[in-house]
DNA sequence: GCGGCTAGTAAACGAGCGTATACTCGCCTG
DNA sequence: CAGGCGAGTATACGCTCGTTTACTAGCCGC
């Protein structure tokens, strides 16, 4: 009756606790931020050793870095139609603002900036899995410039939502939110 | 010959000290963030002693309090004739993006937030000095929302450039960011 | 000229961190 | 059934942090 299978059964499974480990720090990175957490709150919430997080992922920046790599959760709303993505975008910033119902890694990417190692594996995410798709979906040759501004946008949401707590979205907001990627990404003025 | 008189001479004088660490303290928080700049890092930019930050200031969050309370930067952009608010937020924004000449302590809101007391320190400035401002030169009842928005766009720009490096801003790049907040400070669509 | 208030100093404390090491135990092969 | 490989564990190491304490030394009023 004790605190024996938290989800699951525990049998000595190399990947399983892997994936347990992963699943944890992902949702711990998500929650708090890269430096705000702890291997030993990460171990703990996988029901693990804190020694595996060094032998399976080398350190926590590695571990961190696998949790990134991962990550499939914007690729949906930023690839796809062009046309919507201003719409897709406003849609998920609203819905971030309001309430966070699957953890999105991306939260993290804002406040996780301490070392430079986790720096530049921030950087490298946020370039390739978010400015350059977004780029490829857009034309003229600022396009970059856009996409970065669209993506600075939507960060900032999600800064003012940690920091100030989530409001309610309306439906104005959304359209609001809306406008303003459409504007960003538009090709010129 | 020695490193004696670094900027200025240091007779024993309390009130000056308290100076060079706020100053101190105030350049190393907008460069860095709170919780990457150490109080160590403060007394020696100030050529004082460690523990003086405790007589002076209570503690570090005490000092970041302090530099926070007494930083008027962004109240120049934010008041004034709500007619040019997104003008001139466009062009603080940007500029911002650019380089940073003087370093506003708003740079450090968006990457502060690991102590909870930091957290509110933050929040409050944040609501304080930025959005009920900026609310107060707005017409409708979503005010503050729109306040909010155009805040999250301001602090998502400095999230970018902090994390991406600094990009040349071209004209275009201002009406662009300009006609943005203009989008997001309107009363209704 | 000197005693006491006070600015400034040096050093250490305790806690928390990421990481490494030495060990135990369960399972699977031969 | 015996042996060993590897998953999992307990614990400690080294470091840095913010903070505190005990001390030194300069100025100012009497």
Redesign the pocket.
């Known amino acids: 009756m004790n605190a024996e299978a938290a989800t699951e059964a525990?049998?000595?499974?190399?990947e399983?606790?892997?994936q347990r480990l992963l699943r944890a720090a992902r949702s711990l990175f998500a929650e708090h931020g890269y430096?705000q957490?702890?291997?030993?709150?990460i171990a703990a919430a996988a029901?693990?050793?804190?020694?595996?997080?060094?032998?399976?992922f080398?350190?926590?920046?590695?571990?961190f870095g696998e949790v990134l790599a991962g990550e499939p959760t914007v690729a949906r709303v930023i690839e796809g139609d062009p046309e919507g993505l201003a719409r897709r975008l406003g849609e998920y910033a609203a819905e971030r603002m309001y309430s966070d119902p699957e953890s999105p890694i991306l939260r993290s990417l804002e406040r996780s900036a301490g070392d430079p190692e986790i720096q530049e594996l921030v950087r490298e995410r946020l370039r390739n899995a978010i400015i350059a798709p977004m780029t490829a979906g857009l034309d003229g040759p600022d396009a970059q410039a856009r996409a970065r501004l669209a993506t600075a946008v939507f960060l900032g949401i999600g800064t003012m939502r940690r920091l100030l707590g989530p409001e309610v979205p309306t439906p104005a907001d959304v359209d609001r939110i809306t406008a303003v990627f459409e504007l960003c990404l538009r090709p010129h003025t």
Chains 1, 2 share one sequence.
């Open positions: 525990k049998p000595r499974d190399r399983a606790t892997r430096e957490v702890t291997v030993r709150m029901d693990a050793n804190i020694a595996l997080v060094g032998r399976y080398g350190s926590k920046a590695g571990l």
